[in-house]
């Protein structure tokens, strides 16, 4: 006998928007409100219902929508019991709903346009991290889902209200300075509906109890405006504004003198982030090569090795002496990063006097070093102390760095 039904939690916040026939619905707020598992709940009702859909699922880079929203549908099908067919290597999964209507998921980034364009048919679009995204990648967006089709199209965006990357958003589907649900602006002649939510509207008790505890014990006014409030805020005060944004020089071997790894350890509201690290002369280049949660330590040495991270040397947080020795147990050539009293305030210093780069594609380091500041007073002087929060990459790479580069230092080199 077929499935008739499907079980999930939604809060009375997102409820109403199951419903929604907008063109453009906006998910915005801050963090931990479950806005994109919301997000993939609407489209599987949407395809349970209703089938015959193909939703695309985008990120500004395709390995990212693999790493987090492709898990989440995964857990959600699962939990429903619902077969579907994943093909790892094209990224899609597909599904029959109860009535024997074929659905795909596809997940893509806008890094290979091209292949965007050759998805025909799409019904709905769901773009997570709008912000990573200029307009003119929207526009492109915008243009794939204009084929005529027997249900609504929607093109629905999750994202944080940072400034710094969403000036064009703000200006584009925002009518007022606060953001508030209802109506927003009018756009390419569509009307557009705007959602706001906190980690108070997460319908999953352990995880919004475990992010508000979390966001809470933000000091910094700009971040707890955009992370806890999910109010537009300018972030200033960066503490590594001259990183660039660029290509790796080469992928040949040759061309470093060194290559090494950072890395950080998170599980259930903090992301465990690991970055590669190239030298050549005194130029460095950083490259994001993971960032994911509720990660233990044996299927994250599994993922370490499939990215190439064994017999290099990788640098963690030396307060987990015990995960270290369980990835060096595990085949990783994990070692403790170099800490102790204003480390973090030395290594924030010896990095900032590096020429150092970030690769392009590494979307989520790039988001954090565009947010990486020192607290802000509420008189709005700044401390010596960097947010203690979306800074695991920025921790990373500190790691690694200060602690193999620093030339002073002979103790894990």
């Known amino acids: 006998m077929s499935q008739t039904s499907i079980d999930f939690q939604i809060s009375d916040s997102f409820y109403p928007l199951l419903e929604n026939q907008y063109r453009y619905l906006l998910e915005v707020g801050g963090k931990g409100s479950g806005k994109s598992e919301f997000v993939a709940r609407k489209l599987l009702y949407r395809s349970w219902i209703k089938g015959n859909h193909k939703w695309l699922i985008i990120r500004k880079v395709r390995k990212t929508v693999y790493d987090s929203v492709m898990a989440v549908w995964k857990l959600m099908l699962n939990e429903n ?14 599904f029959y709903n109860s009535q024997g209507q074929y659905n795909e998921v596809h997940f893509e980034g806008l890094d290979d346009p091209e292949k965007i364009e050759s998805i025909k048919g799409i019904t709905g679009i769901h773009v997570e991290e709008l912000t ?6 929207f526009m492109i967006l915008d ?4 084929e005529q089709i027997s249900d609504y199209e929607q093109i629905i965006m999750s994202f944080n209200p940072e400034l710094a990357r969403a000036q064009w958003v703000k ?21 557009s509906y705007i959602h706001h939510s906190t980690v108070l509207d997460n319908p999953i008790k352990k ?5 508000q505890k979390r966001l809470d014990g933000i000091k910094d006014v700009t971040a707890r405006k955009i992370y806890r409030d999910g109010q537009w805020a300018l972030p200033k005060g960066l503490i590594y504004p001259n990183w660039d944004v660029c290509e790796l020089p080469s992928e040949d071997e ?22 590669k690290i190239y030298r050549r002369s005194d130029h460095y280049w950083l490259r994001e090569i993971l960032y994911e949660l509720d990660l233990t330590n044996r299927p994250l040495a599994k993922k370490l090795k499939r990215n190439g991270v064994e017999e290099k040397e990788i640098f963690w947080d030396s307060a987990y002496p ?32 590096l020429n150092i780069h970030i690769v392009a594609g590494s979307s989520n380091l790039i988001k954090e070093q565009q947010g990486y500041k020192f607290e802000e007073k509420r008189d709005g002087t700044a401390a010596r102390k960097p947010i203690d929060f979306n800074n695991h990459l920025m921790d990373a ?7 193999k580069a620093n030339k002073h230092v002979q103790v894990f080199v």
């Open 81 to 94: 019991k619902i077969k579907y067919d994943c093909k790892e290597t094209i990224r899609v999964i597909s």
């Open 132 to 137: 990573e995204f200029s307009e003119n990648d």
């Open 143 to 146: 243009l794939c889902l204009r």
């Open 171 to 191: 200006d584009a589907f925002f009518p007022g300075e606060k953001i508030k649900s209802g109506e927003g602006k009018i756009y390419n002649g569509e009307k």
């Open 207 to 211: 995880i919004r109890d475990a992010y």
């Open 254 to 275: 040759g061309w470093y003198d060194a290559v090494w790894y950072g890395g950080d350890f998170g599980f259930s509201v903090d992301e465990c982030a690991v970055v």
């Open 322 to 353: 015990k995960d270290i020795k369980e990835l060096r147990l595990l085949g990783i050539n994990a070692k403790p990063a170099l800490k102790g009293p204003n480390s973090v305030e030395a290594g924030i210093r010896f990095l900032q006097e």
């Open 397 to 403: 790479s500190r790691y690694g760095i200060f602690t």
